[in-house]
């Protein structure tokens, strides 16, 4: 298999995860996204949408979006389990899974970022808005998370949803949103650092790594 | 069960389809989102988001995020799938949900382009830019789904890609981002929107439609 992606696209990123959490190799091929390689024609090709990351299977498909590409491992590579049996639990992960993927990142991204500066809003107005909607996402998280059993969001091993907190928590580490006081999403991110598989993930161990 | 809604909210719509698809009548509880009800303190401690919709369901448990009540809907109610066993068939109809439900939607949502008209930004630039990325965007679906048969996205039946994008053409047509040059999505509207379901589910059936 071949996964398109860039060392510091959080989709990227998470699929990364899901497949060192499943022990699958896969060859990568890098395209730059602050250069816009993403917009390439021959890549357009595979992903319309011009975005990363995208997973060619051996069979020649090519997979796109990050939660789409790893319930598909989940699918066909089933242990360890990146979502467990149990219908309402699995709701319950999807739920943190989707507040990250659709209310957070997308609203702060490279593109979105873009475009505000592009008004021309002011760099640090940029990166306010981009502080407030990642710590404003996280409180939630924290909260849709509460009461439950550690040290990974859901439990003893981590899930869909630590694969998307990790890449997320980059991010406010990047745009200065600290989530020091989110003591769930703070030991969540602990276990999730002094694992093999997401170190291995990690944006400084790609090969495209600045 | 309960589903916590707003007649116009096209998270809340998507989950009213697959109510309706599955044959599931819901009692429903109405939270005006222009006027910020989704951020009352009682709603909040239901969902911490503050956002719609949440699915109360009948043992008391609540759940959130449009897409994961939707595989909880069809995972505990399988007929008629909102989703194929085949897994790469799977991939490929999230995949599309996904699109719209992360890359698009929450993009050109209420609360950014309030953010927006809050920078200020003149009205002509909030909805240039709303209808922007909503056109962007589905020109990207229309390419996902090339080649494939209709009339619905992914073949004869509606599947969870189909009930992301009936609201999501909503939007565009109250952005003026007109999709009569996308031949695969303007069919698959169109068999929608002969379908008892998506007709039961539109915004102005709803209880608090203006």
Same mark, same amino acid.
């Given at each position: 298999?071949?996964?398109?992606?860039?060392?510091?696209?959080?989709?990227a990123?998470?699929?990364r995860?899901? !497949?060192h959490?499943?022990?699958?190799?896969?060859?990568?091929?890098?395209?730059?996204?602050?250069?816009?390689?993403?917009?390439?024609?021959?890549?357009?090709?595979?992903?319309?949408?011009?975005?990363?990351?995208?997973?060619?299977?051996?069979?020649?498909a090519?997979?796109?979006?990050?939660?789409?590409?790893?319930?598909?491992?989940?699918?066909?590579?089933?242990?360890?389990?990146?979502?467990?049996?149990?219908?309402?639990?699995?709701?319950?992960?999807?739920?943190?899974?989707?507040?990250?993927?659709?209310? @957070?990142?997308?609203?702060?991204?490279?593109?979105?970022l873009?475009?505000?500066?592009? @008004?021309?809003?002011?760099?640090?107005a940029?990166?306010?808005?981009?502080?407030?909607?990642?710590?404003?996402?996280?409180?939630?998280?924290?909260?849709?998370?509460?009461?439950?059993?550690?040290?990974? !969001?859901?439990?003893?091993?981590?899930?869909?949803?630590?694969?998307?907190?990790?890449?997320?928590?980059?991010?406010?580490?990047?745009?200065?949103?600290?989530?020091?006081?989110?003591?769930? !999403?703070?030991?969540?991110?602990?276990?999730?650092?002094?694992?093999?598989?997401?170190?291995?993930?990690?944006?400084?161990?790609?090969?495209?790594?600045?």
């Amino acid at each position: 298999m071949r996964l398109h992606g860039y060392f510091r696209s959080s989709a990227a990123w998470r699929v990364r995860i899901a !497949l060192h959490l499943k022990g699958v190799a896969v060859e990568h091929a890098f395209h730059h996204l602050r250069k816009g390689e993403q917009r390439a024609p021959d890549y357009l090709c595979l992903n319309p949408q011009g975005l990363l990351p995208s997973l060619e299977t051996d069979d020649g498909a090519v997979l796109t979006q990050s939660l789409a590409i790893c319930e598909w491992l989940d699918e066909t590579i089933p242990a360890p389990p990146l979502l467990p049996g149990d219908a309402l639990a699995r709701a319950r992960i999807r739920a943190v899974a989707l507040a990250i993927a659709c209310d @957070i990142h997308p609203v702060q991204n490279l593109k979105v970022l873009a475009a505000l500066r592009a @008004i021309p809003l002011p760099e640090e107005a940029v990166t306010g808005w981009a502080r407030r909607v990642i710590r404003e996402g996280l409180e939630a998280c924290e909260a849709l998370v509460a009461g439950g059993e550690g040290p990974f !969001l859901f439990g003893a091993a981590p899930t869909l949803a630590d694969l998307c907190l990790v890449p997320q928590v980059g991010n406010a580490r990047r745009f200065g949103a600290p989530i020091d006081d989110l003591p769930r !999403l703070r030991a969540a991110v602990a276990a999730c650092e002094a694992h093999p598989a997401f170190v291995a993930a990690s944006p400084e161990r790609q090969g495209d790594a600045e």
